[in-house]
């Protein structure tokens, strides 16, 4: 069965500084997807980024970028000039059928 | 484009009672899912259903049952609820395997 590990409950970053957030994931499969979403107060889902695993280059969106290792299977999410409206909690998760989550981050932003 | 609808928002059961949590799409996704969210555990997928007729369960299927019998509508039915269903649910649809997620609200169930 796949699996998707964040070892970090909890980051913090300064405004404008840059963080990033660790993603492992456990498949036997070679074709597949991955994403980044976010999830604010609201409990709204909103996706962030996403990879498909066939493509070597990683994924950019604005100041959301990722490092995507296949063999070492990590997905890590980096955060670029870091703003008070990122924190959130991230969920990493995995697609082949059906979507996996790992357990999430939750991303303080202090000004 | 209304896209994922759930209802309710809010729900208290007493132990032992049943209810159905409604989901709707109207974007013709084939694929739909329930997830719950529970603190510190994520998202687990409950069930999910690759088209209509077409159900399957997810890595927490116990105690929930579900049925497609349209594209638009994925139902899931609360049996017999336990405490330990207290937890927020979200319905997903989407159209391709590699296409992003559409979520609904959530429905927030406490079981008294």
């Known amino acids: 069965a796949q699996t998707v590990t964040q070892s970090q409950p909890e980051m913090s970053v300064q405004e404008a500084e840059t963080v990033t957030l660790s993603c492992t994931y456990d498949t036997s499969e070679s074709d597949y997807y991955l994403f980044w979403y976010k999830q604010p107060p609201s409990r709204q889902m909103i996706l962030v980024i996403r990879q498909e695993a066939y493509k070597q280059q990683n994924a950019t969106e604005n100041r959301f970028s990722v490092n995507f290792q296949k063999a070492a299977k990590s997905f890590s999410l980096k955060i670029s000039d870091s703003q008070l409206g990122d924190a959130a909690m991230y969920f990493c998760?995995?697609?082949?059928?059906?979507?996996?989550f790992g357990t999430g981050t939750r991303l303080q932003v202090f000004p | 484009n209304a896209g994922v609808t759930q209802t309710p928002k809010f729900q208290v059961l007493k132990t032992g009672q049943s209810m159905t949590l409604q989901c709707a799409q109207d974007?013709?996704?084939?694929?739909m899912s329930w997830y719950r969210q529970d603190p510190g555990m994520g998202l687990r997928l409950i069930h999910y259903?690759?088209?209509?007729?077409?159900?399957d369960q997810g890595e927490v299927p116990n105690g929930y049952n579900v049925s497609r019998s349209t594209t638009e509508d994925f139902p899931l039915r609360l049996l017999s609820a336990a405490p330990s269903q207290t937890s927020v649910y979200f319905c997903a649809s989407t159209g391709r395997v590699n296409s992003p997620l559409h979520f609904g609200n959530g429905t927030r169930l406490t079981v008294t």
């Open positions: 259903s690759v088209g209509a007729g077409i159900t």
């Open positions: 998760a995995y697609r082949r059928y059906s979507l996996i």
């Open positions: 974007m013709n996704h084939e694929y």
